[in-house]
């Protein structure tokens, strides 16, 4: 069985992704990082959405980001803002934003494929993100996936490695609608980048407002427990 | 003042690169890791060396590889190889590879040059390594800054980075001649895979073989301790 590395989040797109590799027969190696973000939360959802899928390993990475403490992901001083919908973001890069964060992410997604033999890497980035995060881009990605096919001993001895993102060409309701068909459970996912401590997402940041609209698209109610 | 980031390893290599760019006027952010390598003590070398060098921040960033533990530098049941000179080593890549390691490391680079906005991240690779480490050739390099490039709110509004190797076509032999006319201070520098507890070097791993040839060769003593 071929197998996957995974970076699972523990939000809607990266769940997704989940089931979708899990569908075409990979065997799955999952990939969170505890990186002391705000919304820890996440690292627990992932662990109970996961159960059902098999996963071979689930491994959670320890992340050291206390040098890049100005996103609002991770300071304590710095608000995640808030809108009254989704457009009020505008193209802006906004203060969620972390130094790098997806090429730590996916650096060590590559160096846990080689060590576990696998030559396929899946993330959940897309379009809809890509406005904002410039590490969400199909140009950053092809990039990286040319870096990574120099990097590793692996590579250098024939072991190409792949760097997928299947849902990067689709809305966020594309992807609602597509984890809906594979019977994904989104009651066990979050995506809100300020949840209270109990796990209850804030429906007003900019995570909380396209999660919500795109629920609404596919005239399906988000399972997740709103404040 | 123009801001540099530095990989820093306590090492004879990247310890010369720190002396260059200071050389150059560089405010200068050093970086180290702390992965918990058997040959930690590299880290408090590194800052014993720095003290004279005026370094603006230091940070050293926890990290955990704990998924790679393949490596002989991690894993507490692979020994690391020794060899009567050399040229023993061969081409191989030896089990002294960490997976991704040198990625991993850049990407933290590129996240803290850009969270203090520095455009010039330096790292102490050279062809000596490259034979056995893909992560050390250029084209890896040149690789990685085309990545950097895509990947971070800096450089997508304009502001480039650079990764410089300064060291990359340099003999090991050329580098400690090139430091010693910088005045650098070898004795706070550590190049073993496998020192003792207290700091004293093997002599017979592959880093210790390629420095002492290195100090021979240009007719020196290398003047840190060797069991």
Do not use: W
């Amino acid at each position: 069985m071929k197998k996957a590395v995974i970076l699972v989040s523990g939000g809607l797109d990266s769940s997704t992704v989940l089931a979708m590799v899990r569908e075409q027969g990979f065997e799955i190696y999952a990939l969170s990082f505890n990186y002391a973000q705000n919304h820890l939360v996440e690292i627990e959802k992932i662990k109970q959405f996961i159960k059902p899928y098999n996963v071979k390993k689930h491994k959670v990475i320890n992340l050291d980001l206390s040098a890049f403490n100005s996103s609002a992901l991770i300071a304590d001083d710095v608000d995640v803002p808030k809108y009254e919908n989704a457009a009020d973001v505008g193209d802006n890069i906004p203060v969620t934003y972390v130094p790098a964060r997806n090429t730590i992410f996916l650096s060590y997604a590559l160096g846990y494929a080689e060590m576990i033999g696998a030559n396929d890497i899946f993330i959940g980035a897309h379009v809809t993100d890509a406005a904002n995060y410039p590490d969400c881009r199909v140009e950053y990605l092809e990039s990286f996936e040319k870096m990574a096919n120099l990097a590793t001993k692996a590579a250098v001895e024939g072991s190409k490695v792949s760097i997928t993102a299947p849902l990067i060409q689709m809305s966020k309701s594309d992807i609602v609608a597509a984890g809906m068909k594979l019977g994904v459970d989104y009651s066990n996912t979050i995506s809100c980048y300020d949840p209270t401590s109990d796990g209850k997402s804030c429906g007003k940041c900019h995570a909380c407002l396209v999660r919500l609209q795109a629920f609404e698209n596919n005239k399906q109610t988000d399972p997740i427990i709103y404040v």
